[in-house]
């Protein structure tokens, strides 16, 4: 049997194997989860309704039905519920784990507190988004939820006073299994989600999307490519170049960053644009080919000796060294005023870049900030 050890090893569509051809099932972050529980749960608290399906609206004004796995009274003040994280064809560690939300009433109306309990990890370390001490619950996930109780409460949102908390049983046991601890998220899980559906990409798969989003663009009279990590920064990406770019030349190429170039020269792609955030581009300019979390860490060291060659004083050097993630890095850089250190990091992500692909393809690296703000680029017209 045919077997690749990354997508750098797949050259062509026949190396592709015919089980990694089918179409493959899509699955629910833990973000989808806890809205669902929590809608749920509320549902029985507010209107007496015990539902067995629950309509969840995801950001982009989508919405997908969830089934509850189980509901019950903790008291006539508290109700929980649960729902079994289903990661589709492409499961993570979190798969078949239960996802909970318990909803309860406060005395204080006009008051909503979202909270972790069992399970869900605490921040502990900077660099995260988040606020050292809260839940690691993130932005999204956090909307989802909020929605989901206004969906329930409707126009009496103002006349009750909820806490709800967001539980994973198993929670503390399958974040051995990820980077939480390393990354200073101690107790449990993360509540993730960004869209709030798992798109599952196998290797093959996904290398097989990227050659023909490219050669649709090219079929398409197009010379011209974004290649974006992921829906966030294509986003971005489409707020800044407008209309100037057409809808087929977006192509969301995850952390497959070799290959996607290597494919844009094969395929007499004019200029290509890579456009992404500092975690993914840090590990672009050391020449990481594959940027998983799971394949390669930030290296701190890189990062520092950048910023030496910035100017950086032995503080923010020492600091960088000592720094948590990648965004943490990017906190310490604005904080020191290094803005120079991002355009630097994005012409070393050019350099590397460049070996991948034929002279005759341009390529232009932008990096965003977790706004959407250009922070840097290069070349720099």
């Not at 309704?49 to 995801?58: A, C, I, P, Q």
Request: one cysteine or more; hydrophobic letters at 40%; glycine letters at 10%.
């Amino acid at each position: 049997m045919l077997m690749f050890q990354s997508i750098d090893d797949i050259k062509d569509d026949k190396d592709l194997p015919i089980s990694k051809k089918r179409n493959l099932r899509t699955g629910y972050t833990t973000g989808t989860c806890a809205a669902a529980a929590t809608k749920a749960a509320l549902s029985v608290l507010i209107n007496e309704e015990k539902l067995l399906k629950v309509n969840v609206s995801l950001p982009k004004d989508k919405n997908i039905v969830i089934d509850i796995a189980w509901i019950k009274y903790e008291n006539q003040k508290s109700v929980t519920a649960a729902v079994v994280k289903d990661g589709g064809d492409d499961p993570d560690v979190t798969n078949g784990a239960e996802i909970c939300a318990t909803v309860s009433f406060l005395e204080t109306a006009n008051k909503i507190i979202i909270d972790g309990g069992i399970g869900v990890g605490r921040v502990t370390k900077p660099g995260l988004g988040l606020e050292i001490g809260r839940a690691a619950i993130n932005p999204t996930p956090l909307r989802m939820i909020n929605k989901a109780i206004e969906e329930i409460l409707g126009e009496r949102k103002n006349s009750y006073g909820l806490t709800v908390i967001i539980s994973v049983p198993k929670g503390e046991e399958i974040s051995k299994r990820t980077d939480n601890p390393r990354l200073g998220i101690i107790g449990g899980i993360s509540i993730l989600g960004t869209t709030g559906i798992v798109i599952p990409y196998s290797t093959a798969s996904f290398a097989a999307s990227i050659r023909q989003s490219i050669d649709v663009s090219k079929a398409m009279g197009s010379d011209s490519v974004i290649l974006t990590t992921g829906g966030r920064s294509e986003d971005f990406a489409r707020s800044i170049f407008g209309n100037s770019i057409a809808n087929h030349s977006y192509i969301q190429i995850g952390d497959f960053i070799g290959f996607s170039i290597r494919q844009c020269a094969i395929k007499k792609i004019k200029k290509a644009f890579v456009i992404g955030f500092i975690g993914k581009l840090t590990k672009m300019a050391k020449g990481v080919k594959q940027t998983h979390v799971k394949g390669s860490h930030v290296d701190m060291n890189f990062l520092a000796g950048l910023a030496i060659k910035c100017g950086a004083n032995n503080q923010l050097v020492e600091k960088i060294k000592l720094a948590n993630t990648a965004r943490h890095v990017g906190e310490l850089i604005d904080q020191y005023g290094l803005s120079i250190f991002y355009d630097v990091l994005c012409e070393e992500v050019y350099h590397h870049l460049s070996k991948y692909s034929a002279s005759e393809l341009q390529i232009k690296i932008i990096l965003l900030d977790f706004n959407g703000n250009t922070i840097g680029k290069y070349p720099k017209d």
